[in-house]
């Protein structure tokens, strides 16, 4: 099975700033078959990103994916209140099984 | 539009079976052109996929729970279900159906969740 880890493991910034969050694969990912999520308490995941950088439908431009093999990144460019929340990448490609990393929590700073 | 909802019991007993149904409004599981999934997440963690099954009753189950976890379909009623076996605490989690399409896909429209509680 594909490991994912997720970098760092909680992430405090404000308002208005930049947020950088990394995704790392334990063997590569075939066809950039990687998704982000966002989860608030309470909610279940909600898809952000597929394909590694397109946006699921509705997500603002401000959120943004790109990377390619073992390393993903998704970027915030300009933090609003909504996004403090925790962010899980998954791949789908060598799936079954799907993974999930452990997830990055973005904090208030 | 496809809404997903979880039902069943809140609280199992050690050793007994995890039964849960997801039940599918907005649209019908047998027009096809998506596999129907069970992820659990536990508290604090990242989210486990159980495995997932087709209208037409096959399915995929994660090797670490093939043996414990067996999953259906009913069309007639728009529904999936979950049965687990000899549950333990380390089975206590917020369980979620989910829809993900049929070629390499993620999971675009998940339920609200249920949260399982296994203990005596």
């Known amino acids: 099975d594909i490991v994912l880890t997720q970098s760092p493991g909680t992430l405090s910034l404000s308002p208005g700033e930049r947020a950088t969050l990394s995704c790392r694969a334990s063997?590569?990912?075939?066809?950039?078959?990687l998704a982000w999520y966002q989860q608030k308490p309470g909610q279940a995941p909600r898809l952000l990103i597929s394909s590694a950088s397109s946006r699921a439908t509705g997500i603002p431009d401000r959120f943004s994916g790109s990377g390619s093999g073992t390393d993903f990144t998704l970027t915030i460019s300009r933090l609003e209140p909504e996004d403090f929340a925790v962010y899980y990448c998954?791949?789908?490609?060598?799936?079954?099984?799907?993974?999930f990393g452990q997830g990055t929590k973005l904090e208030i700073k | 539009q496809v809404q997903l909802q979880e039902s069943g019991p809140g609280l199992v007993k050690p050793s007994q079976t995890l039964s849960l149904t997801c039940t599918v409004s907005?649209?019908?599981?047998?027009?096809?052109?998506?596999?129907w999934s069970w992820i659990r997440q536990p508290a604090g963690k990242g989210p486990e996929w159980i495995g997932r099954?087709?209208?037409?009753?096959?399915?995929n189950y994660n090797p670490s729970l093939r043996s414990r976890v067996t999953m259906s379909v009913d069309t007639s009623k728009n529904q999936f279900s979950l049965n687990m076996i000899s549950v333990t605490a380390a089975d206590t989690a917020v369980y979620y159906c989910?829809?993900?399409?049929?070629?390499?896909?993620?999971?675009?429209?998940w339920g609200q969740g249920i949260l399982v509680t296994v203990s005596s």
């Open positions: 998954q791949q789908y490609g060598s799936a079954p099984p799907n993974t």
């Open positions: 099954i087709l209208d037409s009753g096959y399915t």
């Open positions: 907005g649209g019908s599981i047998g027009s096809g052109g998506h596999y």
């Open positions: 063997q590569r990912i075939i066809s950039n078959t």
């Open positions: 989910a829809r993900e399409g049929i070629f390499k896909s993620p999971f675009d429209l």
